[in-house]
DNA sequence: AACAGTAGATCCATAAAATGGAACTTTGAC
DNA sequence: GTCAAAGTTCCATTTTATGGATCTACTGTT
């Protein structure tokens, strides 16, 4: 097992909830004999991979991770794109907005552009979401065949209610939820692909439930799915699917 | 050396105008035999700390990376504090902000509130400046001695300007810059510490030269001094000093 | 202040992985 | 199709990781 396998281990439990760790906790939760995390983690820490926090024996990524999650985002043509819709529409209806991105069964937010409304979604970037049970989630899931959706789901018991959420999906060209992930929170979710890479982000806006009606959803639909149509006919997205509206 | 520093190697060559590497420019920059930069690419891409863009042979950041930034944010309680301030201020006047720290000779910033006025400096997170020619780098090295900063510039020759301007910095309790970096462009920067792990970060304002006036000014550094000394004040911060308006 | 309990670091022989030069294969341009 | 550049694989050698046990440094308790 090569050491830097391990030590993408160690920077893989860096979760939503967990912003330090210690060697026991290493040793713990990755099952290993407490003399190789003490030597992992210290290895780590001179590479400049981790660093501890103050003088206690609590590490936390290194600086030099600082840069990293800029250097992919500027790394795609798509995501640059999708920056400048998501700033552009947070912007006029100064609602949260966020640029994610599926990993296996769960979405992660790659940008985030923080509301101006008084009463807004607090943005969370980093935190990590199943993709099955939020509308930016299933905005990316559309975009897979319905076997690849069984293969990746395989043995989930709520299966046939995705397939048919998904469809719908498929039909409409966008996603919404309504107080699903959080209470009170409503979001409408498009993504888009760039054949090139073969990449996919879905752009998704997050509202207050309770200050948005109809006629508001409408509008902000209407500008997502505007600026995703732009982006999916630069870059030649053939799966995408122009929003009904 | 250890595959981990030579992993760690790669990661920092992302910097500012570096997005994506091949093989042979990992060979050239690292200055690393070809074999070694293809196997150490491998493992690394085997890993998830790199991944390549597309079916090319260009890799980047793996999205591992991704919440990395996220978890350093969240384990340090005062770059949580600075963003409430940050935000804040923000949203009150409109203008970006960032929140920096030092590493070396150089800032970087670890969080960006983009403004929200039409005219507003686009926020540029990932790279760095040199501390000594920035008001929010001036604003972290003034926090140092005067033999720290000499120890650090050594042989520079702008050095003699630089310690007096600091010394200005130690006196009011503010850095400012104007058409600095960037034509056009002016800050504010305070910098606060964190005495139980020893960290310092800059709270930074940036904004276009044009449409601020001097009570424009005046009230942007009282709102940033006002949360800044707070922040020194819960944490107990006693190299802070009150900025002078 | 002495104590126990726990977390972390170090030591050692063994097992496994990295190294770098060279040969080999693939890619992309003309 | 040909060629040069880029990338990969091979090999013996050197270096590093492993994990059990032992030693040391903290933390909190009486």
Redo the contacts between chains.
């Keep these: 097992m090569?050491?830097?396998?391990n030590?993408?281990d160690v920077?893989?439990l860096?979760?939503?909830d967990?912003?330090?760790l210690t060697v026991s906790e290493v040793t713990t939760r990755l099952d290993m004999p407490k003399a190789n995390a003490s030597r992992l983690l210290k290895?780590?820490r001179?590479?400049?991979?981790l660093e501890t926090?103050?003088?206690?024996r609590?590490h936390?990524?290194g600086?030099?991770?600082?840069?990293?999650?800029?250097?992919?985002r500027?790394?795609?043509g798509l995501i640059g794109r999708a920056s400048e819709v998501m700033?552009e529409v947070g912007?006029r209806f100064g609602h949260t907005g966020y640029i994610t991105?599926r990993?296996g069964r769960e979405v992660?937010a790659?940008a985030d552009?923080?509301g101006?409304n008084a009463l807004r979604v607090v943005s969370n970037?980093?935190r990590?979401l199943p993709a099955a049970m939020s509308a930016t989630g299933r905005s990316l899931l559309a975009r897979l065949t319905d076997e690849e959706v069984r293969a990746l789901y395989e043995g989930d018991t709520a299966l046939d209610v995705l397939l048919e959420k998904l469809s719908e999906v498929r039909t409409t060209g966008y996603a919404t939820s309504s107080q699903e992930a959080t209470p009170g929170v409503d979001s409408i979710a498009i993504a888009v692909a760039?054949p090139?890479?073969?990449?996919a982000v879905s752009l998704c806006i997050v509202y207050p439930h309770a200050v948005v009606d109809q006629s508001g959803h409408n509008e902000m639909l209407a500008a997502l799915a505007a600026g995703a149509t732009r982006i999916a006919e630069e870059l030649g997205d053939t799966g995408f699917v122009t929003p009904k509206i």
């Design positions: 090569s050491i830097l396998k030590a993408a920077l893989r860096f979760g939503a967990c912003t330090d290895a780590m001179e590479a400049g991979m926090i103050g003088d206690t609590r936390r990524p600086r030099l991770m600082l840069d990293l999650a800029a250097a992919f500027r790394s795609s700033s912007l991105l990993v992660t790659v552009f923080p101006t970037i980093g990590r760039d090139a890479t073969d990449e």
